[in-house]
């Protein structure tokens, strides 16, 4: 099993960029996929994106869609979450989590029961 620990949080002003990093210790990291999640105050956990084992396909909220990128470099056992153009909507902790399950469909990665294990999470912090 992997282990996660996410940096690159901080205050940011809307329009605003931040890369995020989900870093993984333990064995075969290149098995799982990851996911990003975020939880804002009094709200449920939110999909973000998703990036496969292989690194081969991507999945990201429609609502994100062209303003965040995921991506992994398996040398470094890490994944990034690119974020530009920040809005404030986008204040919350930012979660990876890692699956070690294989599906067909991208959609199973939107889900959040279907991640093995999670990192602390980091906060962003968008202004106005």
């Known amino acids: 099993q992997v282990q996660l620990v996410e940096s690159g949080g901080g205050l940011v002003q809307a329009g605003g960029s931040l890369r995020l990093s989900c870093a993984a210790s333990?064995?075969?990291?290149?098995?799982?996929?990851v996911g990003w999640f975020r939880q804002a105050p009094g709200k449920d956990r939110e999909f973000v994106a998703a990036?496969?084992?292989?690194?081969?396909?991507?999945v990201y909220s429609d609502s994100l869609k062209g303003r965040f990128t995921i991506s992994r470099d398996s040398a470094k056992k890490t994944v990034y979450l690119q974020m530009n153009n920040l809005k404030q909507e986008g204040t919350a902790v930012y979660l990876c989590?890692?699956?070690?399950?294989?599906?067909?469909?991208?959609?199973?990665?939107?889900?959040?029961?279907?991640?093995?294990?999670w990192g602390q999470g980091t906060q962003v912090t968008v202004s106005s």
């Open positions: 333990g064995s075969n990291f290149g098995g799982y996929s």
């Open positions: 990036i496969r084992f292989s690194g081969s396909s991507t």
């Open positions: 989590g890692a699956s070690d399950k294989y599906y067909s469909s991208n959609s199973y990665y939107t889900k959040e029961e279907n991640y093995k294990c």
